[in-house]
């Protein structure tokens, strides 16, 4: 089977099947779907199998995604084609690719044609485009989902293995749950947004659409990193997907706080996603979500709809018909808001991103409904503002906080409603999601998309150190599930293995540590205890900066294991063990804890 693009570019690697065929395999399977408002422009097929067959001169190893056919959101730019944000009136011809594109580009893939939306990506629903409604494969009756209707129908049907979205709101989330897909809503940032739109441009970001996460994110890799043509873009390592922590900690609402508006099929779909969770070992931790629901509130109800209206103004004062009227009335808002009232949702907003830091210190990521329900097309066209404004229950507030989200699908209702989870973190988290994302997509046996594909097997991560990582071994507060655990994720960090070293180290409890810390010191061969540790990589720059803040008495050595490897890691200086509590015979600083958290009698 060659519809994920990890088959594909296998398949294509091999020559088992030519990048030209697989793209003309995508233009047949467009005339022969013969759906209108999937696409709102389609380049010429003769040149797109033209830059098909010129991939062959090229070095396929290092394409990684090498013939994979793209389709490309319309608010999106891509050289040779219009522009229109699905709004005719206001159609340009881009000079370049959007930064996105020419990255995917340069990894290979070839772009099929642009995506119909919601106009200028105002909405969650995909019926607000002139260029009419996308037919949802999973059901006829149901809203594809928006406002990158199209992308997500593109790959749902199996017209494209990946599609380029954007998600200011949640529109790389709803559409994925709606098409029985994958949607990635990476951090904002990581991704350069010069070529796209804005919407809101201080929250937009471009977003992916796949059969799976292991395709979403070889194309986040290949997308990702600073671009100078956007102030917005920030260097960050994406890191690499790890194995399931072993002391997996999810985040789940507070007993009363989910809304599914009634929908019972809904809530119980997402009981038995936690469920799922729970069977997989996750420990599931009760978050307050009201700080994040009052975050949802300041993104329709405070300033930010400037920023749309800041994008359209000239065209809603010459030509306000040119605009859909729902998309007009939400925009046509946006002239209200004072600049005191922008300083002042400023100033909550920061205090509600403090507060949501704090909620997810103790967890590795928050699991939510992607929507909390579905609607038809019929019952959206007659209520269109307050159904959109539900179905971003889950979402609106994601990029105001700045988390990246991970959309999956969850089951598929008794109604034939598909239902999806999202997976939540702080910005910089990306690879943390989908190490956790895969293993649950997985673990559902879900068919993909609308076309009842079989999953493919998971694909085995790699175990040893790849490219220009170091390996470091932590024995402390950096464990997986630890207090400082997170800076190592937050630099992109990939656990390698639990291990212990070899009988010749003793572990102390320090002395006014915060958070509680251990030093673990070298005696001599054979004197002393196997400790307990877990060994990560890091890119060399990330490696560096690791080490760079490590506090006194701590510092790095080589430590040896008990396979007989030498590996760099924690050591503490001896001086500091003075009136420290020796703990070695808990065998590790997580044997200790748990101890040392149980009450006394």
């Known amino acids: 089977m060659t519809e994920t693009v990890a088959a594909m570019v296998a398949a294509h690697r091999a020559g088992a099947m030519s990048p030209v065929r697989t793209v003309a395999r995508s233009f047949q399977r467009i005339r022969d779907h013969n759906d209108p408002a999937v696409f709102i422009s389609l380049r010429d097929e003769a040149d797109a199998l033209a830059e098909a067959e010129a991939l062959s001169k090229k070095d396929a190893t290092q394409l990684p995604l090498y013939g994979v056919p793209v389709a490309v959101k319309d608010n999106i730019d891509v050289l040779g084609l219009p522009t229109t944000a699905a709004c005719p009136a206001f159609a340009y011809s ?9 990255k995917l580009r340069a990894a290979g893939a070839i772009v099929i044609g642009k995506t119909n939306l919601d106009q200028f990506a105002t909405g969650l629903v995909g019926v607000r485009s002139p260029y009419g409604v996308p037919n949802n494969p999973m059901r006829g009756d149901l809203i594809p989902g928006g406002s990158s209707s199209g992308s997500a129908v593109a790959v749902s049907t199996g017209l494209v293995p990946l599609a380029l979205g954007t998600d200011t709101a949640g529109s790389g989330r709803v559409p994925a749950m709606l098409n029985n897909i994958v949607g990635l809503k990476p951090s904002l940032g990581l ?3 010069a070529g796209v739109v804005p919407a809101c441009r201080t929250l937009d970001c471009v977003s992916i ?3 799976t996460v292991d395709d979403a994110m070889t194309a986040l890799a290949a997308m990702a990193g600073p671009d100078g043509a956007d102030p917005f873009s920030r260097d960050r390592p994406l890191g690499s997907m790890n194995a399931l922590p072993g002391q997996l900690r999810l985040g789940v609402p507070r007993r009363g706080q989910l809304i599914f508006f009634g929908d019972k099929a809904a809530e119980k779909a997402y009981g ?3 469920a799922r969770w729970t069977a997989l070992g996750a420990t599931l931790v009760e978050c307050d979500l009201e700080p994040f629901y009052e975050t949802a509130r300041l993104l329709y109800e405070g300033p930010w709809v400037a920023e749309r209206y800041l994008v359209i ?3 809603l004062a010459s030509s306000p018909d040119a605009i859909h009227p729902v998309t007009r009335e939400i925009t046509a808002a946006g002239s209200r808001p004072t600049a005191a009232d922008t300083f002042a949702a400023l100033y909550r907003l920061q205090a509600l991103h403090r507060i949501a830091g704090r909620a997810f210190a103790p967890i590795d990521a928050l699991v939510l409904p992607t929507a909390p329900t579905a609607y038809s097309t019929a019952q959206v066209l007659a209520n269109p503002i307050e159904l959109n404004s539900r179905l971003g229950t889950y979402t609106n507030f994601v990029n105001l906080l700045d988390l990246c989200g991970l959309a999956l699908p969850a089951s598929i209702r008794s109604d034939d409603i598909p ?3 999202t997976l939540l973190a702080p910005a910089g988290h990306d690879a943390q999601l989908a190490s956790l994302g895969r ?3 997985a673990d559902t046996g879900l068919a993909m998309g609308g076309r009842n594909l079989p999953q493919p097997p998971l694909a085995p991560l790699p175990t040893g150190l790849s490219g220009d990582e170091i390996a470091i071994a932590v024995v402390g507060a950096h464990l997986s599930g630890m207090a400082l655990n997170g800076e190592l994720k937050a630099l992109g960090g990939r656990l390698l293995q639990a291990i212990a070293t070899a009988p010749d180290y003793k572990l102390y409890a320090l002395k006014g540590t915060t958070p509680p810390k251990p030093g673990m010191l070298r005696v001599k061969a054979g004197s002393g205890s196997s400790i307990q540790l877990e060994v990560w990589a890091l890119s060399a ?4 900066k690791f080490v760079a803040a490590i506090p006194p008495p701590l510092s790095i050595g080589t430590i040896r294991l008990a396979d007989g490897n030498g590996v760099k890691g924690f050591l503490v200086e001896p001086a500091a063990i003075d009136g420290a509590r020796d703990i070695s015979e808990f065998g590790g600083w997580r044997a200790f804890m748990a101890e040392a958290a149980v009450p006394a009698k």
């Not at 720059?541 to 560096?544: D, L, V």
């Open 272 to 274: 038995d996603a936690v």
């Open 439 to 441: 293993v649950f997509h």
């Open 191 to 193: 991704v350069s947004t």
């Open 94 to 102: 881009p000079a370049f690719d959007a930064t996105s594109v020419a």
């Open 209 to 211: 659409f796949a059969l």
């Open 313 to 315: 103004r000239n065209l």
């Open 419 to 421: 239902f999806g989870i």
């Open 541 to 544: 720059p990330a490696f560096g």
